[in-house]
């Protein structure tokens, strides 16, 4: 007989006594294992209990108050548009870092050459294995969130998702849409070609127009009242270093206060 005390949280004979899949012990044992090391479930008890404190404090929603859990199945599918444009939100950052070993801008200050911009991509598109694939994915992705974010709007509006208490994040998913477009145009005007030249032109010329700060705008923007390198340059470095960064951390806060507020169902 050993004299050792038992031990309390033994995982080894816990699992022992249980019929798990194979799958599912493997998932035990590696939290488990990172568990022993960095408390993992300490604190997912700890979010776990804020959750349903602060789930407590809210109003009920339509459906809790009325009983109408099945009366609404038919808007279920719009409920996944969220977190379908951040999928897609996520593969066009993968394919994006992807294309970034092979893309160079070239446009070192105003009298760089934009041209190296137009064969980096020629080389993607021709010369390097999957490539077309690669940029494929990519442009869809960044489409396919477009529109899934203005769908996800439209969805929240029809449902009256953004009254109170929710204002907050649809004033926040306001600022996520513009983002995303902001996104958008900034990565069309990458490869440099006619058709990336004239919508920057499109662009310069709509900053222009903008009352008493048109100039200064084009000017920050653009690198001036013409698409040049320095136009380049500037879309760049919102598309790969500022937006991905930004739009990261505000869909992170999003989806917090999500799930913090709950989904709001139809009203």
């Known amino acids: 007989m050993s004299l050792e005390r038992p031990d309390d949280h033994d995982h080894d004979a816990w699992m022992e006594k249980r019929d798990f899949s194979r799958v599912e012990r493997m998932y035990l044992t590696v939290l488990i294992w990172f568990d022993k090391r960095?408390?993992?479930?300490?604190?997912?008890?700890?979010?776990?209990?804020?959750y349903y404190k602060v789930n407590m404090q809210m109003p009920k929603s339509h459906t809790e108050q009325y009983g109408l859990d099945n009366k609404f199945w038919y808007w279920y599918p719009?409920?996944?548009?969220?977190?379908?444009?951040?999928?897609?939100?996520?593969?066009?950052?993968?394919?994006?870092?992807?294309?970034?070993?092979?893309?160079?801008?070239?446009?070192l200050g105003a009298s760089g050459d934009p041209t190296i911009a137009y064969e980096s991509?020629?080389?993607?598109?021709?010369?390097?294995?999957?490539?077309?694939?690669?940029?494929?994915?990519?442009?869809?992705?960044?489409?396919v969130m477009v529109a899934a974010v203005f769908l996800h709007m439209l969805r929240v509006y029809f449902t009256g998702a953004y009254?109170?208490?929710?204002?907050?994040?649809?004033?926040?998913g306001i600022v996520l849409i513009s983002l995303t477009l902001l996104f958008g145009y900034s990565g069309y005007l990458l490869p440099w070609d006619q058709l990336a030249f004239w919508a920057g032109q499109i662009g310069v010329e709509m900053s222009l127009s903008i009352p008493l700060i048109g100039e200064w705008v084009a000017q920050l923007i653009f690198g001036g009242f013409t698409p040049n390198p320095a136009t380049l340059q500037r879309m760049y470095i919102l598309h790969v270093f500022f937006l991905p960064f930004v739009v990261t951390t505000?869909?992170?806060v999003h989806i917090a206060i999500v799930w913090m507020q709950g989904i709001a169902e139809p009203h």
């Open 38 to 50: 960095l408390r993992i479930v300490d604190y997912l008890e700890i979010l776990e209990g804020l």
């Open 78 to 107: 719009l409920y996944a548009l969220g977190s379908f444009s951040t999928l897609a939100y996520i593969v066009a950052a993968i394919s994006g870092a992807l294309l970034g070993f092979y893309y160079s801008p070239g446009a």
């Open 121 to 143: 991509l020629t080389f993607i598109m021709t010369d390097l294995n999957f490539g077309f694939m690669l940029r494929s994915i990519h442009r869809w992705a960044a489409q």
């Open 163 to 172: 009254k109170e208490p929710r204002e907050l994040n649809w004033l926040l």
């Open 250 to 252: 505000l869909i992170a």
